[in-house]
């Protein structure tokens, strides 16, 4: 889904840049687990700002699309 939308590098890249944490694609990884299962498992609150972000922004598209 985020493929559609973002590009992992683009997701990465933003991730990395925001946490100093690990490295990028672990931060991607924690990025769709969290999204998934909707799990903190103590991890950044910018990640999990991150999904919520996302999360409204696919429930607002859905939406829109709904409508054509």
Known sequence: ????VFSIQEIS?????????G???????NFCY???????RGLAEVIVAACDTVRLYKKT????EKLK
Do not use: A, G, P
């Open 61 to 64: 598209h859905d939406l829109v």
């Open 34 to 40: 969290v999204y998934e299962w909707r799990e903190e």
């Open 23 to 29: 490295s990028s694609e672990e931060m991607y990884d």
């Open 13 to 21: 890249k933003t991730i990395n840049s925001l946490t100093s944490e």
């Open 1 to 4: 889904m985020f493929k559609n």
